[in-house]
């Protein structure tokens, strides 16, 4: 099916900016939307950021205007632009594409998940 691997996380200080890609293999019918989520400990998991196939997207309030969700279709490649990071966005960050199969179903994948630390 779909594989989605992440990368680009680590530790970085307050004020300071990363950028996640999460890179899609196998067989993609037709791509609806891609999703960024995370999730830090003893919290659940929570939407960041959407691109649809369309190129339309949407943030969530905690990261508006520092967080930007781009894609590169030709590498099938998503991308989470953080700038001025804050402590509070520590999480594990993962990538979700939703997907339509041939009898029009649809399917959503997750990559494995990548941690995002913002500590002094």
């Known amino acids: 099916q779909v594989q989605l691997v992440e990368s680009g996380g680590g530790l970085v200080q307050p004020g300071g900016s990363l950028r996640l890609s999460c890179a899609a293999s196998?067989?993609?019918?037709?791509?609806?939307?891609m999703n960024w989520y995370r999730q830090a400990p003893g919290k659940q998991r929570e939407f960041l950021a959407t691109i649809t196939s369309s190129d339309n997207t949407n943030y969530a309030d905690s990261v508006k205007g520092r967080f930007t969700i781009s894609r590169d279709n030709a590498k099938n490649t998503l991308y989470l632009q953080m700038n001025r990071l804050k402590p509070e966005d520590t999480a594990v960050y993962s990538c979700?594409?939703?997907?339509?199969?041939?009898?029009?179903?649809?399917?959503?994948?997750w990559g494995q998940g990548t941690q995002v630390t913002v500590s002094s």
């Open positions: 979700n594409f939703k997907t339509r199969g041939y009898a029009g179903l649809v399917y959503n994948y």
């Open positions: 196998g067989n993609i019918f037709t791509l609806l939307a």
